[in-house]
Structure formats: C-alpha cells, structure tokens
C-alpha cells in the first residue's frame, strides 16, 4: 500500500470507542488497511470498550445506542482479535522507541542512546532487543521495524505519550486508546508534528509519502 492514505476522524460523528478503536486497527495491519481483516479487528475492538465501559460502570443503568455488530459479536472472537492487537501494539511501541533517537536527530538533538556508537535502525534494533524479546537485530528490523513504517509517526506519538505519562504511574495499552480521550488526541496531534518533522528531514529511514496519515476534525 501506497502513501496518502488519510483518515480524518471527528469525536462528533464517532464515539471514543470507535475513533480508538480504528486507530488500534491501522496500527495492528497497517499493511492491510482497507481489506476484512482489518474492519473485523475493529469491530472487536468496539465490542471490547463496551464492556470496558460497562465494567468500569456495572451499576450504570443510562440507555445507550450502539451498533449490533459490537454487542452481539461472539465474545471469544472479541478477546482472541484484542490479544492479537495488543501483541502487534507492543511491537509497534518498541518500533516507536526506535524512531523516538532517530527524529531528535532530525530535529537536531544529537544525544545518542547508551551504548549507541551511531545512530542507523540497525543500531537501534540492537538497542531495542531485550523490549522485543529477540536475539537477533535482523529479526527486529523484519518482525518489528518493518511492519510499522506506514505508522511509524503514530507508533513515536504513542511511545513518546507513553514516557510521558509512566511517569506518574499510569501504563498505556489497548484500553488507553479505547476509553481515554484526551491520550488519543495527545497521539494523533503529536503523530502529525511528527509527520511534519519526517517530510523536512529526507534522511529519515521511512519516505512521507510512504506513510498514513491521522488528522482529528
């Protein structure tokens, strides 16, 4: 797939749950936007905020409306597509960490990573090794830096949040993106500077036009 692909989502034409969620689904097979697999990520993905939100509310009892596809959907499917979204998000915020070195280079801030001689994904895949539980840089670069080049300003956006806010002690994951607003907008906004930063460096390792583009309207 090539670039400008563009997703424009708006809070008031969507609900949280299905913004986060169509982000988690690019994010998962960036590779294959567009195709069932995808579509079939994101309605399990709205299946499990609606039980998110009912279980953080059990005693909540205000009508909602919502899709039939959520509710109804069969709950093994649901818990086994979040299982698969939440591996390939683990693997596009190692991803993210790698490009986090190397857009400070672009953005001209030249500290290197410990241990990091020179700044290259191959350098950076062997930083990344113990975070993507591999032994070998070749396979990071293949299993990990590969598969999320089309996302990588959103998978930097994430990571980078996502510093931020363990710093006070809360985690990010699959139920940052589904029920919490404010992170989701935090990400795209960022993800889009970071685009920017991408298009006026052409020493960065992934072209703008290569990548997917996330706007909030």
């Known amino acids: 797939m090539g670039g ?9 034409r969507s609900e949280v749950y ?4 169509a982000l988690l689904a690019v994010l998962a097979c960036a590779r294959e936007v567009g195709e069932d697999r995808c579509l079939q990520l994101h309605l ?10 009912h279980w953080a509310s059990p005693d909540d009892w205000t009508p909602i409306v919502v899709k039939p596809q959520y509710v109804f959907r069969d709950r093994k499917t649901i818990e086994r597509d979040v299982a698969y979204v939440a591996k390939r998000l ?23 990573p410990k241990g990091i001689q020179r700044l290259s994904v191959n350098q950076m895949a062997e930083f990344v090794l113990d975070d993507a539980e591999q032994a070998d840089a070749s396979n990071v670069k293949r299993r990990i830096w590969a598969p999320s080049r089309l996302v990588i300003h959103l998978a930097a956006a ?13 985690l990010i994951g699959v139920e ?3 029920i919490d607003r404010a992170f989701i907008e935090e990400v795209v906004r960022l993800a ?15 072209k703008p036009d290569q990548l997917i583009r996330f706007r909030l309207s």
């Open 4 to 12: 400008f692909m563009q997703f424009n989502l708006s809070f008031e």
């Open 18 to 21: 299905e913004y986060g969620a």
């Open 44 to 53: 399990s993905l709205c299946g499990k905020a609606l039980r998110l939100k």
């Open 90 to 112: 683990s693997e596009r915020m190692v991803a993210g960490h790698m490009a986090i070195a190397l857009f400070k280079k672009a953005i001209g801030l030249q500290t290197l």
């Open 158 to 170: 994430a990571a980078i949040i996502g510093q931020q806010r363990s710093q006070s002690g809360q």
């Open 176 to 178: 940052s993106f589904l």
């Open 192 to 206: 889009e500077e970071l685009e920017a930063i991408i298009a006026k460096y052409p020493k960065f390792p992934v």
